[in-house]
């Protein structure tokens, strides 16, 4: 007996496999990081996962010391002799929270410091491979314009912001999903992250979509300088 044709069952009708209009079309592409701008500055990647994390780890300022240093010795050629009042200014410390950063980022490892009577400090950036996980780096760049005022939020708002930065690189996307519970390594809880976010949210830096029982939807917002 032969089969009955696909016509008339109708069982392999391939209208009814066609998919619903909402549901055809391209897929949205993927919105990219926010990048500097022709000329302007900005914090150079790659940086290692090991100095990150360790820097994130420092005490009081010193995350924002080392960041702010790595910034200036990747932008400008050595020697590179700074001012910490300078850098206490741009940061929006006091000088002896800049002097105790720069100490807690040399002790760990992060910076070498040249001291010579009567000149300024000579800071260089090491990036001497360190132990721990085998992440992959923050690839980078960070727009100086967006990273400044991310630097000057209190608390832990700055290292949420690197971590905001970590995952941009990763997905390759400036929208990503923010587990906030996931970042021991780089000196963050759940109960600091949150309110990390939210001063960057509340900065403009970020845009946060919350649902219930679900990790934050995160998207980097592009600045003006």
Same mark, same amino acid.
């Given at each position: 007996?032969?089969?009955?044709p ?5 069982a ?9 209009p909402?549901l055809t ?6 919105r990219?990081?926010?990048r ?14 090991p ?9 009081g300022s010193?995350f ?9 010795c990747?932008r400008?050629r050595?020697?590179?002799r700074?001012g ?6 741009g ?5 002896d929270s800049?002097?105790?950063g720069?100490h807690?980022?040399? #002790?760990a $490892? !992060?910076?070498?410091v /040249? ?8 800071? +260089?950036?090491?990036?001497a &491979?360190?132990?721990g ?16 005022p ?5 608390r ?25 519970d ?11 992250? #949150?309110? $990390? !976010?939210?001063?960057? /949210?509340r900065?403009?830096l970020?845009?946060?979509?919350? +649902?219930?029982?679900?990790? &934050? ?9």
């Amino acid at each position: 007996m032969e089969p009955s044709p696909a016509s008339e069952d109708g069982a392999w009708d391939l209208e009814r496999l066609r998919l619903p209009p909402e549901l055809t079309g391209e897929a949205p592409a993927r919105r990219r990081p926010p990048r500097h701008r022709p000329g302007d500055p900005f914090i150079k990647g790659p940086i290692p996962y090991p100095w990150l994390a360790s820097a994130c780890r420092l005490p009081g300022s010193g995350f924002h010391v080392a960041m702010a240093f790595r910034f200036l010795c990747c932008r400008y050629r050595p020697p590179n002799r700074w001012g910490l009042d300078a850098i206490a200014r741009g940061l929006q410390i006091s000088s002896d929270s800049a002097r105790r950063g720069l100490h807690a980022a040399e #002790s760990a $490892g !992060l910076l070498d410091v /040249e001291r010579e009577p009567g000149c300024k400090l000579a800071v +260089s950036v090491s990036d001497a &491979p360190g132990s721990g996980t085998a992440r992959r780096p923050l690839y980078g760049p960070i727009p100086w314009r967006w990273w400044l005022p991310a630097s000057r939020l209190p608390r832990r708002a700055p290292h949420v912001g690197a971590v905001c930065w970590l995952l941009a690189g990763w997905e390759r996307s400036a929208e990503f999903e923010l587990a906030l519970d996931g970042w021991p390594d780089l000196g963050l809880s759940r109960f600091s992250a #949150s309110p $990390g !976010l939210d001063l960057l /949210e509340r900065a403009g830096l970020v845009s946060a979509v919350r +649902s219930p029982g679900r990790s &934050p939807v995160v998207t980097i917002l592009d600045v003006e300088a």
